[in-house]
């Protein structure tokens, strides 16, 4: 009478085990490596997020250059052509009470080019709305 566990037997489940825990460790290779890229990917997208914001914020920023590029060339044409002030008379029809308490020789300062700006913005503005509805 032979007691013991058959070779055989003991051969299976020792095999049985080692695929259990090379299955078991593969699992949480894999686990982790999934995880490691899904935080790449989640910092990647936040990233992107943060330079997609900054390119709409550089775009209007160079929006708003070109609109007072636009304005100070046209102050410039105007002041050669009129030889006279910095001062055009587009700027005297924003505040009537400024208009008339500011010397006419004196030259714009940053608040009137920036009144002016977003008086010609809302002009544009309503031209083109204007236009959109012509057609």
Known sequence: M????????????V??????????VLKVYISNQIYYKSRT???????VAALKEE???????????RYKTEILDSLEIE????????????????????AQTKDKNKTLNP????KLFNKTKEENSSNANRAGEGE
């Open 79 to 98: 002041n050669k052509e009129n030889n006279s002030s910095f001062e055009p008379k587009q700027t005297q029809a924003i505040d009537s009470n400024q």
């Open 55 to 65: 390119n709409s914020i550089l775009s209007m920023n160079i929006e708003k250059l």
């Open 15 to 24: 095999g049985v085990m080692a695929i259990v825990v090379g299955l078991s």
């Open 41 to 47: 990917i989640n910092k990647l997208e936040s990233e």
């Open 111 to 114: 608040s009137d080019i920036q």
């Open 2 to 13: 032979n007691q013991g566990v058959p070779f055989g037997f003991f051969i299976k489940v």
